[in-house]
Nanobody, 119 residues
Framework: VQLVESGGGLVQAGGSLRLSCAASGRALSSYAMGWFRQAPGKEREFVAAISSSGGSTYYNDSVKGRFTISRDNAKNTMYLQMKSLKPEDTAVYYC?????????????WGQGTLVTVSS
């Protein structure tokens, strides 16, 4: 499966963005999915994950209540709705796919999309 992220951009603090991750090559419904991010000079960190059916979701504490992960298997697309954005959310956001919605099992990666939150 190939993954392509989109929807990144520049937004003011307090604003919203929705990221998309489109899959091709194989049905997305076969995979658990997740979002990760890497800020300049920092290690990559887990943001959120969702089971293959969409029935279970998991979040990093830093984004709980502000970000929502979802998926539309019919459209072969996963989403990350981000609200109340903060400057510390600035990062390259990557989507990932794998066998389970856990960081160690999400091992197929997209190329990333940059989110910049201005203060």
């Amino acid at each position: 499966v190939q993954l392509v992220e989109s929807g990144g951009g520049l937004v003011q603090a307090g604003g919203s963005l929705r990221l998309s991750c489109a899959a091709s090559g194989r049905a997305l419904s076969s995979y658990a999915m997740g979002w990760f991010r890497q800020a300049p000079g920092k290690e990559r960190e887990f943001v959120a994950a969702i089971s293959s059916s969409g029935g279970s979701t998991y979040y990093n504490d830093s984004v709980k209540g502000r970000f929502t992960i979802s998926r539309d298997n019919a459209k072969n697309t996963m989403y990350l709705q981000m609200k109340s954005l903060k400057p510390e959310d600035t990062a390259v956001y990557y989507c990932a796919a794998g066998a389970w919605p856990s960081e160690r099992y999400l091992d197929i990666w997209g190329q990333g999309t940059l989110v910049t939150v201005s203060s």
